[in-house]
Structure formats: C-alpha cells, structure tokens
C-alpha cells in the first residue's frame, strides 16, 4: 500500500530550505513564511546537525517569552536528528514520526541531505496509494479490468 520515500521525493520540488545555527529565529520564521513551509534544516556547512520548526519558535520562544530576534536558532533547534533514507517506506516513517513526536524528517544518503518530507507529504502519498487502489478495484468489480 506504501511506497518509498524515494517515491515521495520524485513528486516533491528538489529545493532544501536551510539555515544557519547561527541565525537569529526571527530570520528562521521569516524564511518559513516567505516559503511557505513548516521547518527548515540547520546546517553548518554540508553537516546536518538540526531541524527547527514553527513548532521549536512557538513552544521555545514564543511561550517562553523569549524574543526571536535575539535568540538564535541553535538555542532551539530539534537534536538529535532523526533522518531516514530514499529507501525507508512511508509508513516506516510515519511510525518513526509518530514514536519520536516530530512532523520533518531529513532524507540522507550517506552524509548528503537530499530532501525532508513532511508529516503532510506521508498522508499525501497513503492518500494517492489509497485512490489508486480503490479505483483499481471499482474497474474490476465493474468489469472493466484489464486482465
């Protein structure tokens, strides 16, 4: 019923959004929102070393009364990383969400990031699989199925 997330990335644009450790969180929120996208990757240099998301700036800034011009993202961000390969499948990684209560996961092949999928783009794919699937079957109860 679920493919790889490999599948998923091919119907994804190739972008990654990222920022530095050392930028400040109000440039963080301010480059989700031109984007329009929930998170972002923090990288210092090629190494990955966090993810920060609307979630991180509500619950470690903006509850805490801290100020997000002032605060920089590595004071925030979501450690350890928890990444998968093109090879995970998806409800491999909805469960890995799910366990570890985070909605962005990296995608890595080796040490290079290669994309990050989103809580929205698992359901996508379960959802596409699920219509597939069901008009497949409705061809076949009717009749129509080629085979």
């Not at 090879?87 to 995608?107: A, G, S, Y």
Request: hydrophobic content about 40%; glycine content about 8%.
């Amino acid at each position: 019923m679920t493919g790889t997330i490999e599948e998923v990335l091919r119907h994804k644009s190739g972008e990654l959004y990222t920022i530095s450790p050392d930028a400040t969180v109000f440039d963080a929120i301010q480059q989700m929102a031109d984007k329009n996208i929930g998170a972002l990757l923090v990288m210092a240099g090629s190494d990955l070393i966090g993810v920060i998301s609307e979630r991180d700036y509500t619950r470690k800034v903006a509850l805490k009364g801290k100020s997000s011009r002032d605060t920089r993202v590595q004071e925030i961000l979501s450690t350890p990383v928890i990444a998968v390969t093109p090879h995970h499948t998806v409800e491999e990684c909805m469960r890995l969400m799910t366990v570890n209560r985070v909605r962005h996961l990296p995608i890595m092949r080796g040490n290079e990031v290669i994309g990050i999928v989103s809580i929205g783009d698992l359901v996508n794919s379960i959802i596409s699989a699920q219509s597939v699937t069901i008009t497949q079957l409705e061809s076949y109860i009717t009749g129509q199925y080629p085979g």
